[in-house]
């Protein structure tokens, strides 16, 4: 049996709330289990340019409560050359590791599984993106965290909009996917969500305002998930000017706001269970997949199923948005 002597542990991509307590997992865990650990720094740049450290347990003391990433993220477009990755291989035969474990989203573990294809390396992927748009896990890392500083900005916005009677159009992040607008709109009791998934905006905006669906109403909050129309939360403001211009409109662009703050605990315990399970994987002479948690119970998913199959938002939390906004 090929034993693991030493990991490499890296968080890359956009940050999320709860990759540092993944990376006191991984390390603790990998630790206990008598491995060494190494540190890489900024994401796969940090792993073609040799910014490795090695870590104790100690180094990971003081983390769990924190957001962002000790470990710091980068974009690495470098890594996405074959001549990039042969550089990020020739820094873990240097530093002699073994395995690496990624913790980041879909751009992050496309990266890693062409490393592990092309240098036949091991490599597990912890998910870690607010958007929680990876298939074959129930949550991302993050996610939780920033559903709950979305809730907490629109239940905000909400004073202010029905003091003034105003309709307040909030931006949400997400790339290509609703998640995060759809949860946070059932959560803070909007009126609509506009997602990438459903309709057209047009048509959303008609059902949510128009149709004489909320006559008894003069206020009124719509999350706009920022990639669900061209232009985001102001294109949108701007076809309710036009259509509706009773109302007061206003847009708020929430931006990095929701990728910030202290990790909630389920994103804690999520990332902690994640981080432990990746190291218990590499136990198990498992490679090239990610970690996932369905039903509430630890998941071995490949690699390129998490990739390449799209998560399906379904039909029941739209239905149930849609039943309690009238
Ligand atoms: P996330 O992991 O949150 O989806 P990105 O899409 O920015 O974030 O990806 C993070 C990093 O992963 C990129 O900066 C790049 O180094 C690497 N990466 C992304 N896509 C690819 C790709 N197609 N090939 C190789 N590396 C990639």
Known sequence: MYQIKTIGVLTSGGDAPGMNAAVRAVTRAAIVNGMRVKAIYRGYKGLIDGEVEEFTTQDVSGIIQRGGTILKSARCEEFKTEEGRKKAYDTMQREQIDALIVIGGDG????????????????????????????????????????????????????????????????VMGRDAGFLTLNAAIASGAEAAMIPERKTVEEQIE???????????????????????EGGAQAVANIIEKSHPEYGTRVTILGHLQRGGTPTASDRILASRLGCHAVLALLDEQRSIMIGMQNGNIAYVPLTQSIKQKKDIGTDRWNALHMLSI
């Open 207 to 229: 059902e949510a305002i128009g149709q004489g669906r909320r006559k008894h109403k003069n206020s009124a909050i719509l999350l706009v998930q920022e990639h669900s129309i």
């Open 108 to 171: 992050t573990f496309t990266g890693a599984r062409l490393l592990a294809q092309e240098y036949n390396v091991t490599v597990i992927g912890v998910p870690a993106t607010i958007d929680n748009d990876l298939w074959g896990t129930d949550s991302t890392i993050g996610y939780d965290t920033a559903l709950n500083t979305i809730m907490d900005c629109v239940d905000k916005l909400r004073d202010t909009g029905t003091s003034h009677e105003r309709v307040f159009v909030v931006e």
